[in-house]
């Protein structure tokens, strides 16, 4: 795997970079404690084996870090951009996670000639909340200095850490104290809370990024990806959304949370992989 720095006003953004042929593959990682690292180290060799990949580290997390201004979803949508045009890739292939999942759907709604196909692993930018909890998560996203002070010293703690990984995967993978020790140290390097998209994400009476009523115009084969044990996404909810995607295949893993590309990689790997090289 190598690294890549793609300068911008903003600050550098990091890439890593693996394969040598083959179709192009964007790997999107999710908000808060995560990275192109944390989410995708165990998928990246795997695909880097038939195809070009390159795994985004969002402003902020990872390596791109430091970084000035808003990273919201405006913005990481043209990162997207930004990787495809620097590396010169005419077409591509997204894989998204949670936030990255939200900004695959997004780009490939808006630039439907530029995608080839799409995995959605527990995407965001579908779901709402009822009243006084969407209200509750506005003033939470209106108070981010408080909210990434609290997540900061939570996240310190070893034995805390170890609760909130374990909530999100369900059932710890054999590399789980791996796992711990990649987010603390995220967490130390970038801080802790929420990422600009999810505070910009939500209006004071609805969310301001919604993509359901425009989920239809995707019509590249599509994946989506949930577990049935989500803390952070319906899978209801989920399975709505497949449901305005044509061409979306929608597969349910069950005894399996927020991460299954973390918590079962050999299982989803080969799902991904079969997709990529089948449909």
């Known amino acids: 795997m190598k690294s890549n720095f793609i300068k911008t006003e903003n600050g550098n953004l990091h890439v890593?970079?693996?394969?040598?042929?083959?179709?192009a593959v964007l790997l999107l990682s999710g908000a808060g404690m995560d990275n192109a690292i944390l989410s995708w180290k165990r998928l990246i060799p795997v695909l880097?084996?038939?195809?070009?990949?390159?795994?985004?580290?969002?402003?902020?997390?990872?390596?791109?870090?430091p970084w000035s201004g808003l990273a919201d979803h405006d913005f990481l949508v043209k990162c997207v951009d930004i990787v495809r045009?620097?590396?010169?890739?005419?077409?591509?292939?997204?894989?998204?996670?949670?936030?990255?999942?939200?900004?695959?759907?997004?780009y490939t709604i808006l630039n439907p000639d530029k995608v080839e196909k799409i995995v959605v692993l527990a995407p965001g930018g579908i779901i709402r909340f009822p009243?006084?909890?969407?209200?509750?998560?506005?003033?939470?996203?209106?108070?981010?200095?408080?909210?990434?002070?609290?997540?900061?010293?939570?996240f310190v703690n070893r034995r805390k850490t170890?609760?909130?990984?374990?909530?999100?995967?369900?059932?710890?993978?054999?590399?789980?104290?791996?796992?711990?020790?990649?987010v603390m140290l995220e967490a130390a390097n970038n801080g802790a809370g929420a990422t600009d998209w999810q505070n910009n994400s939500i209006g004071f009476l609805r969310m301001k990024v919604y993509l359901v009523p425009e989920l239809h115009k995707i019509t590249c084969p599509?994946?989506?990806?949930?577990?049935?044990?989500?803390?952070?996404?319906?899978?209801?909810q989920a399975a709505k959304a497949a449901g305005h995607i044509p061409t979306a295949k929608f597969v349910l893993l069950e005894n399996t949370g927020h991460w299954p590309n973390r918590q079962s990689p050999e299982k989803v790997n080969r799902m991904i992989l079969d997709f990529l090289n089948n449909n």
């Not at 077409?91 to 998204?96: A, I, P, Q, Y």
Request: glycine share 6%.
């Open 162 to 182: 170890e609760k909130a990984s374990k909530a999100i995967l369900i059932e710890p993978p054999s590399d789980f104290d791996e796992i711990v020790d990649e």
């Open 222 to 236: 599509c994946l989506f990806i949930q577990g049935v044990k989500d803390v952070a996404i319906s899978p209801k």
């Open 85 to 106: 045009t620097h590396f010169d890739l005419k077409k591509v292939m997204l894989v998204g996670l949670s936030q990255g999942g939200a900004i695959t759907l997004a």
């Open 16 to 23: 890593i970079s693996a394969g040598e042929s083959g179709n």
């Open 48 to 65: 880097a084996e038939s195809y070009r990949v390159f795994a985004i580290d969002w402003p902020k997390q990872g390596k791109s870090s």
């Open 131 to 154: 009243p006084v909890i969407h209200q509750l998560l506005w003033l939470s996203a209106k108070l981010p200095w408080l909210t990434k002070s609290i997540s900061k010293l939570y």
